[in-house]
């Protein structure tokens, strides 16, 4: 069974930063596409990055070149940095696995989730 762990969320100021964390067991994260998601209140869950075992990335539109997804294959975990935040961005942010060298942005897509870490942006 695959296990995500999320960390690193937090309250911050609009521009500010922050880098979530999601510390990944089960599976090899080199060898899978792996994907951060968000969610805001009310609103559905999308996607914000995937990387898959190439290291290709998707990056959602409103990312806007703001994030970077990367991974750290020594440590079995991938990362999200997040710069010039917006109050938009504030939403839950889960950590995703799909167990397939493809990425797809999906939720349905993937098939294990961690139980999310909160991002709040203040103006």
């Known amino acids: 069974r695959v296990s995500l762990v999320e960390s690193g969320g937090g309250s911050v100021q609009a521009g500010g930063s922050l880098r979530l964390a999601c510390s990944v067991s089960g599976a090899t994260v080199a060898g899978y596409c792996m994907g951060w998601f968000r969610q805001a209140p009310g609103k559905e869950r999308e996607a914000v990055a995937t990387i898959n075992g190439k290291s290709n990335r998707y990056y959602t539109g409103f990312v806007d070149g703001r994030f970077t997804i990367y991974r750290d294959s020594a440590k079995n975990m991938i990362f999200l940095e997040m710069n010039s935040l917006k109050p938009a961005d504030t939403a839950m942010y889960y950590c995703?696995?799909?167990?397939?060298?493809?990425?797809?942005?999906?939720?349905?897509?993937?098939?294990?989730w961690g139980q999310g870490t909160q991002v709040t942006v203040s103006s």
């Open positions: 995703a696995a799909r167990l397939s060298t493809w990425c797809r942005t999906g939720v349905t897509d993937f098939s294990d």
